[in-house]
């Protein structure tokens, strides 16, 4: 069966956004009515995600098209079209203009009000004035030298495979290592291979992905499985424990890396689930000119799971505010003790 890497496959997306936008029907009406349509048929034809949103397309058109009407203003239908996609509340699902970008607010409140990380706390008690950067990874080690900490912002900082060597030889007489996911947004797909590299990996499948195979909704492709890179990047893989965190501000590229750590056994999530966000994007532009981009590719979970939704820690550890307010972070306490104690005891999904 085919392999597809992930790096490649963003590639691949990019590249039907491309064909997308230079195909697209110049010909096509630019009335408020004909945008609306187009926007409205282009999702019901190409989005993945009808079942697990629990949206009822049809019945959105219904209650949005009603609001169209000959002669709106572009500010006016921009808002209607925006309304009608944010139904989604799918991150990955946005409508832009030269004047305006729909976010969903449900989703950036999730995300942003949900957070379960105190920025502020690991600088001053964390990372502090002894912390040290190596590429996009801020680090520093805890317990007198026992647990490292590693906080990776974004997956839009680059790592190398030098930074990884790097890191884990600094920390190689470390127990285990802490990776903190929490509220990275994403990035590329590239750096989450990189950052998979230092662990056991012999091309196992780390999830499965398919896209749409026809109009209606139920129809995908075959799943097809995506694997690990060929081998470490290591001499000898990191295989003692690593605590990933995340909360609901850790989506795309980060619920893609949350998801593929199923496929080793020395790694567990803790805290909250992940903002989601595992649908690659693909994108075109209506007939006014405004840009669209949506969903087109499924993820599935070595156990089965479609977590489009958020990733599920096996930990769930919420921020303790009387933890906070004593200097201390208690999902990364709760990850060290797991690391230099082995509790909690969870089994793997």
Known sequence: MKKINIFIFSIIVLLFTSCEKAFMNKNESSDPLSVFDYLWDRIDQQYVYFDVKGVDWDSVRTVYRAKVYEGMSDDSLFRVCAAMINTLCDGHTNLKSDFDRSTCELVYY??????????????????????????????????????????????????????????????????????????????????????????????????????????????????????????????????????????????????????ATQAFDNVKLFGDKSGGGLGAPNGGLLPNGWAYRFSITRTIALDGGNYENGVPPEVRVLLDPAAVAQGKDNIIETAADWIENGTPVIAKR
């Open 110 to 259: 999730t995300m942003t009000a949900e957070s379960n990380y105190n920025d502020n706390l690991i600088k001053l008690h964390y990372l502090g004035a002894n912390g040290h950067k190596t590429g996009g990874i801020s680090h520093a080690s805890l317990r007198g030298g026992k647990v490292a900490y590693l906080r990776y912002y974004s997956f839009m900082d680059e790592i190398t495979p030098e930074n990884l060597i790097y890191l884990t030889d600094l920390y190689k007489d470390c127990d285990g290592m802490i990776l903190d996911l929490r509220q990275n947004g994403g990035g590329s797909g590239y750096y989450v291979t990189q950052l998979l590299s230092i662990f056991d990996c012999h091309q196992q499948p780390i999830y499965s992905t398919q896209t749409k195979a026809g109009p209606k909704h139920g129809e995908f492709t075959t799943l097809r499985p995506v694997h690990a890179p060929a081998k470490s990047i290591l001499e000898k893989p990191y295989t003692k424990p690593v605590a990933v965190l995340i909360d609901r501000g850790s989506f795309s590229a980060t619920s893609f890396f949350s998801v």
